[in-house]
């Protein structure tokens, strides 16, 4: 599955490495990590891991698998746009709401978990359901 687009990662948190490190183990695919403005976090996994400190949404998610971000409403914006599923773990106000709306259009998981609270089993069961073929065609 290695040559298949890869997963983009907008976070700022150091708690996604272990959702990065989970996503690459368990369903072997290859991530963008984009860094933003914690530039403490860089992940690194065997290659399968590319750390970015910024880039045009609007040039690199229509070339990914998938979207992984806290549901702010221009990251949802660009990843809805881009046609690609979107897995959102909220972490406070709106987020909630962009990743129930989502979830309700199919784009995404039906039920997603906030970043605080979800595990590595947690997230990967969310990113299969994100990378299946009924979400994809939604999305697009």
Known sequence: ???????????????????????VDELKVRVI??????????????????????APHSLLLPRCAAAVHHGGAGTTAASTSA??????????????????MVGKRGAGPKQTCPLRSVTPDRFVALLREALSPSCVGAAK
């Not at 065997?46 to 910024?54: A, C, Q, R, Y």
């Not at 959102?88 to 990743?99: G, K, S």
């Open 1 to 23: 599955m290695l040559s298949s687009p890869p997963l983009f990662f907008f976070f700022s948190s150091p708690v996604v490495e272990e959702m990065v490190v989970a996503a």
């Open 33 to 54: 990590f984009c860094q933003s403005w914690a530039k403490d976090v860089h992940l690194e996994k065997e290659g399968h891991v590319l750390t970015i400190d910024s």
């Open 83 to 100: 046609g690609i599923p979107t897995v959102i773990l909220p972490l406070l106000m709106d987020q909630y709401l962009w990743a129930e």
